[in-house]
C-alpha cells in the first residue's frame, strides 16, 4: 500500500510524478496553486489548458508540467471561475486526480488541499475529504506509492497533521475491536 505524507512547502517545488492544481472549470491559471504553476512551469501550461477547453465541477484534465519538476500536471475542477468550492466536488476531483495519476503510470503525486483558501472551504474539512479519499484510494492496492499532501504555512499542515493523526486512532480503535482468530 502506497504512503500519504504530508508536507510544508511549496508544491510547485515537488519532484513528483505529477502535481495536482486546485483548477477552475475553464482551466484558467489565474492566482494561488493554479497562479504558481503558470508562473514556475511556463505558458505551455495554460496553452495546452486552453486547448483542452472547459470541465465540468469534480473533473480532471491532464496537461504537461513544463518546466516543474514533474511530468504531468493534473488540472482538478473544484469551483467555477471566481466561485466557491464545495465538499462534493472536492471529492469527486480528489477521486479523479488519483485516479488519473494511475492512468498515466504515475507513482508519485503532490496535490494541495483543494478548494481550501480561494475556494472557501475550511482546511479543517478539507483535509478530512482528501485524507479519506486518499486513503480509501491507496488501500485498493494500485501502483501509486506516494501521495504528498503539500501545504503551505505551519498552520495548514498541523491542520492536515490533526486530521491525519484522528484518522490513524482510529484505523487503530477499528484493529483493536476486530474479533481475533
Known amino acids: ?7 510544508e512547502g511549496d508544491l510547485v517545488d515537488q519532484h513528483v510524478d505529477c502535481v495536482v492544481n486546485a483548477a477552475n472549470t475553464e482551466l484558467w491559471l489565474g492566482s494561488g ?5 503558470r508562473e514556475r512551469g511556463g505558458d505551455s501550461i495554460q496553452v495546452e489548458c486552453e486547448a483542452h477547453g472547459r470541465i465540468g465541477l469534480g473533473e480532471v484534465a491532464v496537461t504537461g508540467a513544463g518546466a516543474l519538476p514533474a511530468r504531468y500536471v493534473i488540472h482538478a475542477a473544484v469551483m467555477e471561475r471566481g466561485g466557491d468550492a464545495d465538499e462534493t466536488h472536492i471529492r469527486q476531483a480528489t477521486i479523479g486526480s488519483l485516479s488519473a495519476a494511475v492512468a498515466h503510470g504515475c507513482r508519485s503525486l503532490a496535490l494541495p488541499a483543494l478548494g481550501a483558501g480561494v475556494g472557501g472551504v475550511s ?3 478539507c ?3 482528501l485524507m479519506q479519499e486518499t486513503e480509501s ?4 492496492r494500485n501502483p501509486l506509492e506516494e501521495v504528498r499532501i503539500v501545504l503551505w504555512g ?6 492536515f497533521e490533526m486530521v491525519q ?4 486512532v482510529r484505523a ?3 484493529r483493536m475491536k476486530a474479533p481475533s482468530s
Do not use: N, T, Y
Request: proline letters at 3%; a negative charge; zero cysteines.
Open 1 to 7: 500500500m502506497g504512503r500519504i505524507e504530508l508536507v
Open 33 to 37: 496553486v493554479a497562479g504558481a504553476i
Open 123 to 125: 482546511l479543517q474539512r
Open 127 to 129: 483535509a478530512e475529504i
Open 137 to 140: 484510494h491507496l488501500a485498493s
Open 154 to 159: 505551519e498552520p495548514a499542515f498541523r491542520v
Open 165 to 168: 493523526d484522528a484518522s490513524k
Open 172 to 174: 487503530q480503535m477499528e
